[in-house]
């Protein structure tokens, strides 16, 4: 394998390309004329524009990416994640091409990419799932039935859904029938498919993930848990490893449930089995994401490895260079991730100038950045400028360097997600690791962030007056 097309942008495309060149392996960038001077465009050996800003005329057809790939005698393709990342379409549209896909086989893609038949294929294995019905349905009295059976509150989602879309919470059957209308025109609207399930209503969970990788040799290894359950609209924002509240015994028996659910696919690469852990610490199988996490990093930093060459390494045949024993954890890692977005206005993207961006530096701290101070941020896109991650030897150590990280980290021009970090890693909840996925809205309080960035602002005033005077004493010195 000598040459890579990453085809993503900002800082997933950067971080690939990383791994890529300490590989030896030369990487081409794609991007869209929005992109044309961005980072991971500089940062590739070869560069090719695919198109118009909107990520239906550039970054989502792929057939111009399997274009310049054959142009370029590409030998693989790394999706990175989102985009053409979990489209079986896709995949399969590089295999016809005698192009490596690194990630998973179509097959897999198709089959944990719906819910429903995810969760066909690993009932054999016999893992917890949340009690619901196993069937797309769109009757509102076959809903009424199955809500009355299981309990309410209950959760009306989305077969092919992901990210909070088509997903709603019921709390009383009087609002079954206008939620349920609600989900299924969303999930059409979202995704195509209006198919919608239900299940019961965890009311105080974790999110708790897996990374698991599998080889073409039968391997299948786990890579620890990842705590993902700060989240704002149903969308992680703060993700740890290890978590807080795992014992080794839990962590063994979701670590053997997640590579199960690898094997119910045949999976092949790096992925990520979600869970719902309840207030007596009982799990649910969730999903399977088929390719590279967001947070994969704190995965990483734990066990020690590299997540991007491993999947490398797999799509050309190696079988895993370590055993499930081998591997154990070290440290604490956190992260956070860094939208352009205004967590004083119910976290709607900020779209601006970066003006100033300076990102921190220092022992422990790990930025996956795909932006430059100058740089507009692009209104097409999802607004993630980068993934400001910490390590310590603890909990505690990551979080006190966390803080730090984020006050050195300057960005002045749009809103960002950093003053709601503090907040978070501040908080009595997070610290005592006594939270769930309702964090935000049991703990979120707008005043107290104002009020932070009250004070912050004051003490940069007084330091930039205080800056002033001395430079004015300098300048008056010798005239005196």
Known sequence: MKKILVANRGEIAIRVMKTAEKMGIKTVAVFSTADRHAPHVKFADEAVCIGEPPSTQSYLRGDKIIEVAKQLHVDAIHPGYGFLSENAEFAELCEQNNIVFIGPRSKAIKIMGSKLAAKEAVKHYNIPMVPGVDEAITDISKAKEIAEKIGFPILIKASAGGGGKGMRIVEKESELESQMNRAISEATSAFGDGSVFIEKYVTSPRHIEIQIMADSHGNILHFFERECSIQRRHQKVVEEAPSSILTPELRHKMGEAAVLVAKSCDYLGAGTVEFLLDADHNYYFLEMNTRLQVEHPVSEIISGVDLVELQIRVARGEALPMKQDDLKIHGHALELRVYAEDPLNDFLPSVGHL?????????????????????????????????????????????????????????????????????????????????????????????AIKEHLKVEEKIAALIALKKYLEDQKLVRLPNS
């Open 355 to 447: 003006d100033t961006y300076k990102l921190p530096v220092g022992k422990g701290i790990r930025v996956d950045n795909g932006y430059e101070e100058g740089m507009d941020i692009p209104i097409y896109y999802d607004p993630m400028l980068s993934k400001l991650i910490t390590y310590g030897k603890s909990r505690e150590e990551a979080i006190q360097l966390m803080l730090k990280a984020i006050s050195d980290y300057d960005i002045q021009g749009v809103k960002t997600t950093l003053p709601f970090g503090t907040y978070v890693f501040e908080h009595e909840a997070f610290r005592s690791g006594n939270f769930d996925t309702n964090f935000v809205k049991k703990h979120y309080e707008l005043e």
